[in-house]
């Protein structure tokens, strides 16, 4: 059963559901609105991807979207308040509802061919192709294209 979850920011009310998996959903029409979007119900359908969208179980279904979404809907807004927004989230808002163990972790690393920013996240190391491409020289031609390719795993 989700949990609700009611947050205000800059005085504006925000509703979220964080269901049993640990996925956060906010209602749409909220977040529009705070974005500045005249038609809440247009801004959703024209920038969200239909996969993040949920429309719940509720009677009068409601469109709740997922946090990719949410920032499909601060980068297309106008409104001065969709980056304080952003950053309210990623500094605030999801350290709290994910605690510091699940975010990323942004690490710097000093090698021979020079520092290298790595992100750690989920027991993984991940490496910009730019800095991989530095570090382990470059990719010949063929090598792209056997990367491009589906391996025998594929169907």
Do not use: K
């Amino acid at each position: 059963m989700p949990i609700p979850i009611r947050l205000l920011f800059e005085g504006h009310s925000i509703d979220l559901q964080r269901t049993d998996d640990g996925q956060i959903w906010f209602h749409g029409r909220e977040v529009a609105l705070l974005l500045g979007y005249p038609d809440e119900i247009a801004a959703v359908h024209r920038y969200c991807r239909p996969e993040g969208i949920n429309f719940g179980n509720d009677e009068t279904p409601q469109s709740l979207i997922d946090l990719e979404n949410v920032y499909r809907l601060i980068i297309d807004s106008n409104e001065p308040n969709a980056e304080r927004f952003a950053d309210w989230l990623r500094r605030s808002l999801l350290p709290q509802l994910f605690g510091a163990s699940t975010l990323p972790r942004r690490n710097h690393l000093e090698t021979e061919c020079g520092a290298l920013d790595v992100l750690g996240w989920q027991g993984e190391w991940w490496l910009a192709m730019h800095d991989a491409v530095r570090l382990f020289g470059r990719f010949e031609q063929h090598t792209l294209l056997y990367l491009d390719r589906p391996g025998p795993h594929a169907r």
